[in-house]
C-alpha cells in the first residue's frame, strides 16, 4: 500500500469497492493465528485466548499450528538471533494475505535485554502490521491490539486472484 | 561440627591438592588445585562426604588477575543436608581441566555450558560443542572482554 | 553438519524434528526424535533458543536495577525468583527483614507456586488432549492473578519483592480476594481430580511413560516436583528453611515410580499444600497496628509546605500501590540507610530522606556489598533455584 492509497478506500468501481469491503469483513472476523510463543508473553497470550479475555469472540479463536493453515502470525515473546532463521521459515511458509503482530516489547524492539543474544526488535527480520507494547501486555492491550488489526485488514486493498499484492 | 569435619577430611585426604578452605556467611568453600580436582569430587561423592548430587558447575572472569577464570562447583549431599562449593582457579594460557561427567550426569550440559560462553576445555568430555549459542558464533559471551551488545546475527537483518 | 541423532539412526526409522515452534506453546527447544512408529527409539535436545543473557546483562546492572530480570527468569512464578535474588543479596549484607514482610513473601511465593502448577498442568493436559483442563486450570489463575495484581501492580512480571522486605504492604481488601482466589482454586482442583484421575485415557498416557529411577534423578541433579515423584523427600522449604517456612505446618507430597502420572500427582498435592499454607499465613500474618490513610495532605501541597517547616500531617500519596505509604514501611522493609529506597514522602519533604535517596541512587554509592559471594536455594516452581552472587 503506498502513501496515497492509505486511509482511502481502494480505487475501482462501485461493485469491486463494495466487494472489497465484504472480503475485507471476512477475512478480519475469521483470523486463524499462528502463535509462535517463546517466553513470558506466552503467560499472557494464554490469560488472553481463555476464558477471562477471549478472543474467540473477535473470530480469532482457533489456533492453527501450520503456518499454511493461518494468516496471522503472533510473535509472542523474545526472538534471540538463533531462534530467528526459524521465525523467518515460518513467515516465509505462509500463505498470502497474512498479517504479523508483535506481541510485547521483547518483540518490538527488544525489550530490556540489550545484549548479544536478542533480535532487537523482529522488524529486523519480518515486516510487522501491528505492534503490542507491555511486559508482558495486559490482555486487554492485546485485544486492543487485535482490535487494530481488523481495523487495519478492513481498510486495506485485499489480494485477489487477478492482482498480485506490491509489498 | 559437620562442615568442619568434611573440611578437615578433606585437608587430611590431599594436602597437596587443597589450597585454602572457608567458612564464610555459613557456605563451606574449599578451594583445590585443578590438577586434583577429579580425585577430590571422586571421594566426596563416594566417600564419607555422600555428596550424591552436582548443583552447578560455572565459572567466574576475574580479568586482571593472572589466574583469570574460576570454576565453581556446588555440591549437594542429600543424606547429610550439606552443601559445598569448590573452586578452582584456572590461567588464559592453560584452560583445561578434568571434566566430571564420569561421576554426575549433569556435568554434561553444564560443561558444554561453561565451554559455550567462556571456552574452558573439559578432558574427557564425550562431546564437547556448543550448548546455548549457536554454530557460527565466534567468541565466547560471557567472558569479561567480549562486548555486551555485539550482536553476531545468523541472517541478513533489515533496516 | 549432522547431529549425533543423524549418525546413530537406524535405517528403517523415522527422523521427526520437533522444530523450536511447536505447538506445545511454552518456550522453544528444538527435540530430535527417531521413531519407530509412536514409540520414541531416541532423541536429542538442542536448546538455547531462548539464551537472553541473563548473566552478562545483570553484570552491567546495580543491584537494585536486576530485579525486573529476576523476574523473567521462571516467567510462570516470577515472585519465587523475586525472593531468591533478594534473599541472597540480603544474606551477603546481613539484612534483617521485618516479620510481616516475611509472611508477605512466604503468601505471594505459594500463590505464585501455585499458578506455576496450574500452568504447567495446564499444558501437560492440553497435550494429552484434555483440553478443558487448560482452560479450568488458566480460569483459576485469572483469580490468582487478580490478587497479585491487587496487592503488587502487575500480574505477571511484578518485582514486588525489593531488598530488604517488599515493595507495598497488603491492600485493604485482601482478606476477601484471597478468600475468593482460594475457594475457586479448591474448586477448580477438585475438578480436575475428577477429570484425570481416573481417567483412562490419560492414564494409559502417563502411566509408566517417562520413568525415572532414584539413582539417575540424583545424578542428573534433578529437584522440586520431578525428584519429589520419584521418592525422594527434598525440598529446600523442609530442608533448609527459608523465611517462615518452619513456622507453618504443611507437607512434602511424594510419588512413588517417577512417572509422568507421578508428577501430575505431585504438583496436584503441592498445590493443596500451598493453599495450606496460604491460609494459615494469612492468618498469623502479624497486625499492622498502622491504619489506611484515609484524607491526606495533596503531594505538591507538602512539598510547599516542607519548605517552610517539617510536614506533621499525613500525605496522600495518590495515585500509587495501596499500601506503599511511607507510615508502612517499618512493618515492609527494613530501615538500613543506603540498602533501601526511603519513603516517598520523606525524599521529597526532608533533607534526610532526600540524602538517603541519594545515596542509594547515585552511582558510586549504593548497594555496595562486601567483596565476596554468596549462594542461596530457594524452592522454585521447578525445584531449587539457587542464586550464586560474586561482588567485588
Not at chain 1, 477471562?52 to 538471533?81: C, E, K, N, Y
Not at chain 2, 565459572?59 to 577464570?69: I, L, N, T
Not at chain 3, 509412536?38 to 546483562?57: A, D, M, P, Q
Amino acid at each position: 500500500m503506498t502513501e496515497e492509497t492509505k486511509g482511502r478506500p481502494p480505487s475501482g468501481r462501485f461493485i469491486t469497492t463494495q466487494f472489497n469491503s465484504l472480503l475485507g469483513w471476512a477475512r478480519k472476523f475469521s483470523l486463524f493465528h499462528y502463535p509462535f510463543v517463546t517466553a513470558c508473553c506466552g503467560m499472557e497470550y494464554m490469560a488472553a485466548a481463555c476464558a477471562h479475555f477471549d478472543i474467540d469472540r473477535f473470530g480469532a479463536g482457533w489456533t492453527r499450528f501450520s503456518p499454511r493453515q493461518s494468516d496471522m502470525l503472533l510473535v509472542v515473546g523474545t526472538i534471540t538471533h538463533k531462534e530467528a532463521p526459524v521465525l523467518r521459515t515460518v513467515y516465509e511458509q505462509m500463505t498470502e494475505p497474512k498479517w504479523v503482530v508483535a506481541f510485547g516489547t521483547c518483540t518490538v524492539s527488544g525489550g530490556i535485554y540489550g545484549n548479544y543474544a536478542v533480535v532487537q526488535g523482529i522488524d529486523k527480520i519480518i515486516p510487522v502490521d501491528v505492534y503490542i507494547p507491555g511486559c508482558p501486555p495486559r490482555p486487554e492491550t492485546v485485544l486492543d491490539g487485535l482490535l487494530k488489526l481488523q481495523e487495519k485488514i478492513q481498510r486495506q486493498d485485499q489480494d485477489w486472484r487477478w492482482k498480485k499484492k506490491r509489498s | 561440627m559437620e562442615e568442619k569435619t568434611i573440611l578437615e577430611l578433606l585437608r587430611e585426604q590431599f594436602p597437596a591438592g587443597l589450597k585454602e578452605t572457608s567458612a564464610l556467611l555459613g557456605d563451606e568453600v574449599a578451594v583445590i588445585d585443578k590438577e586434583a580436582l577429579l580425585q577430590i569430587a571422586a571421594f566426596l561423592k563416594n566417600g564419607p562426604g555422600e555428596f550424591t548430587m552436582l548443583l552447578d558447575l560455572t565459572c567466574v572472569d576475574y580479568p586482571g588477575d593472572e589466574s583469570r577464570f574460576e570454576m565453581v562447583y556446588h555440591l549437594f549431599s542429600l543424606t547429610r543436608n550439606r552443601r559445598l562449593r569448590i573452586k578452582a582457579r584456572l590461567s588464559e594460557g592453560d584452560l583445561r581441566i578434568a571434566s566430571l561427567t564420569s561421576l554426575w550426569k549433569n556435568a554434561n550440559w553444564l560443561e558444554r555450558e561453561v565451554y559455550d560462553l567462556f571456552g574452558v576445555h573439559f578432558d574427557g568430555h564425550p562431546d564437547l560443542r556448543r550448548l546455548l549459542m549457536y554454530d557460527g558464533f565466534e567468541g565466547h559471551p560471557l567472558r569479561k572482554d567480549y562486548p555486551l551488545r555485539r550482536e553476531q546475527p545468523l541472517i541478513p537483518l533489515k533496516e | 553438519m549432522p547431529t549425533r541423532i543423524q549418525k546413530q539412526a537406524r535405517q528403517d526409522t523415522m527422523l521427526l524434528n520437533m522444530g523450536p515452534s511447536h505447538p506445545a506453546m511454552h518456550g522453544t527447544i528444538r527435540v530430535m526424535l527417531e521413531l519407530d512408529g509412536e514409540r520414541i527409539l531416541n532423541s536429542e535436545v538442542e536448546v538455547g533458543y531462548l539464551h537472553r543473557g541473563f548473566e552478562k546483562t545483570c553484570e552491567y546492572r546495580t543491584y537494585f536495577n536486576l530485579l525486573p530480570y529476576t523476574d523473567r527468569l521462571n516467567y510462570v512464578s516470577p515472585l519465587i525468583c523475586n525472593v531468591g535474588y533478594v534473599m541472597t543479596v540480603e544474606k551477603m549484607l546481613g539484612i534483617k527483614v521485618p516479620e510481616r514482610a516475611q509472611y508477605i513473601r512466604v503468601l505471594m511465593s505459594e500463590l505464585s507456586r501455585i499458578s506455576d502448577h496450574l500452568t504447567c498442568l495446564a499444558a501437560m493436559a492440553m497435550e494429552s488432549g484434555a483440553f478443558t483442563v487448560f482452560l479450568y486450570n488458566m480460569k483459576a489463575r485469572e483469580f490468582l492473578w487478580d490478587v497479585i495484581e491487587q496487592t503488587t501492580g502487575a500480574r505477571m512480571t511484578t518485582s514486588y519483592i525489593r531488598i530488604g522486605g517488599v515493595r507495598a504492604d497488603l491492600h485493604s481488601g485482601f482478606d476477601t480476594a484471597l478468600k475468593k482466589a482460594v475457594e475457586e482454586t479448591r474448586l477448580v482442583l477438585k475438578d480436575i481430580h475428577g477429570l484425570l484421575d481416573k481417567n483412562k485415557i490419560f492414564l494409559n498416557r502417563t502411566r509408566d511413560i517417562g520413568v525415572m529411577s532414584q539413582e539417575d534423578a540424583i545424578s542428573f541433579g534433578w529437584t522440586g516436583p520431578c525428584l519429589r515423584s520419584t521418592g525422594v523427600s527434598y525440598d529446600v522449604r523442609k530442608a533448609h528453611p527459608y523465611l517462615v517456612y518452619d513456622r507453618l505446618n504443611w507437607e512434602v507430597p511424594l510419588g512413588e515410580r517417577g512417572d509422568n502420572f507421578d508428577r501430575y500427582m505431585v504438583r496436584m498435592k503441592e498445590m493443596e499444600q500451598s493453599l495450606r499454607i496460604i491460609e494459615q499465613a494469612a492468618v498469623r500474618l502479624p497486625k499492622s497496628s498502622r491504619a489506611f490513610i484515609t484524607e491526606g495532605l495533596a503531594p505538591a501541597r507538602a512539598i510547599k509546605e516542607s519548605r517552610r517547616q517539617r510536614v506533621r500531617r499525613d500525605i496522600a500519596l495518590s495515585p500509587n500501590l495501596e499500601g506503599s505509604e511511607g507510615v508502612r514501611y517499618p512493618d515492609i522493609l527494613a530501615s538500613d540507610m543506603g540498602l533501601v529506597i526511603p519513603p516517598k514522602e520523606e525524599t521529597y519533604t526532608t533533607i534526610e530522606g532526600l540524602i538517603d535517596h541519594f545515596k542509594f541512587f547515585m552511582s558510586g554509592h549504593g548497594l555496595r556489598p562486601p567483596k565476596g559471594e554468596a549462594y542461596f536455594a530457594v524452592e522454585g516452581g521447578n525445584g531449587e533455584l539457587g542464586f550464586y552472587i560474586v561482588s567485588d
